[in-house]
């Protein structure tokens, strides 16, 4: 059993930033792929940014492209989304989720956090 917790959400101004952690328990977070998904308002889970198991391969959603990092620091078993230029689009509760397979990141069946909410307001 993995459990996560997010942290570093809150009220920001557009164009400002916020760094989210996800601090795993449990086991290490070595074993498995990890990524970032949001849910905005009326909106469905949408996944923002992937990163394998050692951080070498990353993938992002065009939406956040050049604006947002995914990084991880499996010492401290916590994995990161640096978010740039944010844009009241932005604004979602923002979750984190592992998976032992990159590909399957996203599924219901994966670990996931409990959310935290990032509003951007214009």
């Known amino acids: 059993q993995v459990q996560l917790v997010e942290s570093g959400g809150g009220l920001v101004q557009a164009g400002g930033s916020l760094r989210l952690s996800c601090a795993a328990s449990?086991?290490?977070?070595?074993?498995?792929?990890m990524g970032w998904f949001r849910q905005g308002p009326v909106k469905e889970r949408e996944a923002v940014a992937r990163?394998?198991?050692?951080?070498?391969?990353?993938s992002y959603a065009d939406s956040v492209k050049g604006r947002f990092t995914i990084s991880r620091d499996n010492a401290k078993n916590t994995v990161y989304l640096q978010m740039y230029s944010l844009k009241p689009e932005d604004t979602a509760v923002y979750y984190c989720?592992?998976?032992?397979?990159?590909?399957?990141?996203?599924?219901?069946?994966?670990?996931w956090g409990q959310g935290t909410q990032v509003t951007v307001s214009s």
């Open positions: 989720a592992a998976s032992q397979v990159v590909s399957t990141l996203g599924a219901s069946n994966n670990y």
């Open positions: 449990g086991r290490t977070i070595s074993d498995y792929a």
């Open positions: 990163i394998n198991w050692n951080g070498a391969s990353t």
